[in-house]
């Protein structure tokens, strides 16, 4: 299918080439972007647990910034446009044919029923938000945030590639304010990094201008005010897009499930996970990499 407009689509804004200056490509066709057999083989080499990092990482710069992609793949039944030399999320489908954080998905899934209301904040090229639309199925709801803009692009690129009619995409990041701020990226292969939180001392970064609103008030112009899972994943920013909800929300508008990455919790000014269980919220799993929390009741 071609990728046009989505009419449930907020802030939209053109998508800036990356540091990579990589071809954006949303108007063609899905399948017009297939992987040749030397694509398939590097990225596969690439990504293999079978290689140390360091192994992996050599093959990245050596021959997969040759062949950055896009490349139109399937995984899990889902349909990407991946830029794999630009985005882990698109190498892991484009090496390991499946959508990443297995564990993540294999401990949500049961939390995730038809009808519910899911919301994924950090939503990145879509492997959240759009296995969740089909476990929500057509008469459930997923808001997806993404404030990168040209992750965004890709975002509603596959969104519309997979007809999944149940998504409402904001290019927006939640903040306890409305505003604009700097998203910001060291430019090098994993744009999904990017942080409202500056980096590393020393390293050079690029910045984006992105819009912030509350997470109350884009749910609110969605129509959808109580959601049922929250997903959040935005690099060490989690406690000041989700947080601040808890003071603007009765708590009968409270989710239910929320599973938090707590891999930056050291910039947190407020534990999220403390906060959540003082809310009455209570630990039902965790990997090592993020946190899964229901309310007791």
């Not at 959508?99 to 904040?121: C, M, Q, W, Y």
């Not at 945030?145 to 999944?164: D, G, Q, S, V």
């Not at 430019?187 to 910045?207: L, M």
Request: glycine share 8%.
């Amino acid at each position: 299918m071609k990728a046009h407009s989505n009419p449930v689509s907020e802030a939209d804004r053109p998508a800036p080439p990356d540091s990579a200056g990589l071809h954006l490509d949303v108007d063609t066709h899905f399948a017009d972007r297939l992987p040749g057999l030397f694509d398939r083989m590097v990225w596969s080499a690439a990504t293999t647990r079978l290689l140390s990092p360091r192994l992996r990482k050599a093959i990245r710069k050596k021959f997969g910034i040759k062949r950055p992609g896009p490349f139109d793949l399937m995984a899990e039944g889902i349909r990407f446009r991946a830029y794999p030399a630009e985005n882990r999320c698109d190498r892991v489908i484009a090496g390991r044919r499946r959508l990443p954080e297995k564990d993540e998905h294999t401990l949500l899934a049961p939390f995730v029923r038809r009808g519910s209301i899911f919301v994924d904040i950090g939503a990145n090229v879509g492997t959240y938000t759009l296995w969740a639309s089909r476990l929500v199925g057509p008469a459930g709801r997923v808001v997806a945030l993404e404030p990168h803009p040209r992750t965004y692009a890709k975002l509603k690129f596959n969104i519309l590639a997979n007809e999944a009619g149940n998504v409402v995409l904001f290019n927006i990041a939640a903040a306890g304010e409305e505003g604009t701020t700097l998203l910001r990226f060291d430019g090098g292969g994993n744009v999904g990094n990017a942080s409202i939180h500056s980096g590393r001392e020393g390293v050079p970064e690029v910045t984006v201008p992105i819009v912030m609103r509350p997470l109350k008030s884009l749910l609110d112009s969605a129509g959808l005010a109580k959601p049922d899972v929250v997903k959040i994943d935005v690099e060490g920013f989690e406690d000041q897009a989700l947080l601040p909800y808890y003071e603007m929300a009765e708590p009968a508008l409270w989710p239910v499930t929320v599973m938090i990455e707590t891999v930056l919790r050291e910039r947190w000014k407020t534990d999220c996970v403390s906060f959540l269980k003082g809310k009455g919220y209570e630990e039902r799993a965790a990997t090592k990499e993020n946190v899964i929390l229901q309310r007791r009741g």
